[in-house]
């Protein structure tokens, strides 16, 4: 049995902290570091603000023994992250900027490769998508890279708005305002 928790809500977050970067880890493209410093720092770039700033927004997928399975960290503001910082720690953040008004939140999602293709990440995805419907968030958005495998993931998570800058590729997920998700 499978299920979903927000950080805020684990009672062992320590745990749930070292399984998710374990698995950050695990699906990175990038695998050599030339120091544990900098290997720590490349996880604060791309995890550290989430797990900072946005807790509430950092969802797992746990098996029954509460092992962690998967993970997304999520933005339900992608522009007020940005001036809270974002923009200074994620490269090329602001690239897509112009879109954040129609699609205001944004979201990363990992899963341990043994357990790929099982629906987990879909999961994960439809779960904060919910969540942000919820609250009014008219879409949800992902960058990725142009030519990146998970893009075809996301298109059928319902990521159909498509925008190409270079070599970044914005896909969006628009949102049913009245508190639903759009069918994907």
Same mark, same amino acid.
């Given at each position: 049995?499978?299920?979903?928790?927000?950080l #805020? %809500?684990l009672?062992?977050?320590?745990?749930?902290?070292r399984?998710l970067?374990e698995?950050f880890?695990?699906?990175?493209?990038?695998t *050599?570091f030339?120091s544990?410093r !900098?290997?720590?720092?490349?996880?604060?770039t791309?995890?550290?603000?989430?797990l *900072?700033h946005?807790?509430?927004?950092?969802?797992f997928?746990l %098996?029954?023994e509460?092992?962690?399975l998967?993970?997304? #960290?999520g933005c339900?503001d992608?522009a *007020?992250a940005g001036?809270?910082?974002?923009d200074?720690t994620i490269p090329?953040? !602001?690239?897509?900027?112009? =879109?954040?008004?129609?699609f205001?939140?944004? =979201?990363h999602?990992?899963v341990?490769?043994?357990?790929?293709?099982?629906?987990?990440?879909r999961r994960?995805v439809?779960?904060?998508a !919910?969540?942000c419907?919820?609250?009014?968030l008219?879409?949800v958005?992902?960058?990725?890279?142009?030519e990146?495998?998970?893009?075809?993931f996301?298109?059928r998570a319902?990521?159909?708005? !498509?925008?190409?800058? *270079?070599?970044?590729?914005f896909?969006?997920r628009?949102?049913?305002?009245?508190?639903?998700i759009?069918?994907?």
């Amino acid at each position: 049995m499978i299920q979903l928790a927000r950080l #805020t %809500d684990l009672p062992d977050r320590d745990a749930a902290l070292r399984g998710l970067e374990e698995i950050f880890f695990l699906s990175a493209l990038r695998t *050599g570091f030339a120091s544990g410093r !900098e290997r720590a720092d490349f996880f604060r770039t791309w995890a550290g603000w989430y797990l *900072g700033h946005a807790p509430a927004n950092v969802w797992f997928a746990l %098996d029954g023994e509460g092992a962690v399975l998967g993970y997304l #960290t999520g933005c339900k503001d992608s522009a *007020g992250a940005g001036a809270a910082g974002l923009d200074g720690t994620i490269p090329k953040y !602001e690239v897509f900027a112009d =879109l954040f008004a129609a699609f205001p939140a944004h =979201l990363h999602v990992n899963v341990r490769p043994e357990h790929r293709s099982a629906g987990l990440g879909r999961r994960l995805v439809d779960r904060f998508a !919910e969540d942000c419907a919820a609250d009014g968030l008219a879409g949800v958005h992902l960058v990725t890279g142009a030519e990146a495998r998970n893009a075809a993931f996301y298109r059928r998570a319902g990521f159909t708005e !498509e925008h190409r800058r *270079g070599p970044l590729l914005f896909l969006g997920r628009r949102l049913d305002t009245r508190g639903g998700i759009l069918p994907a």
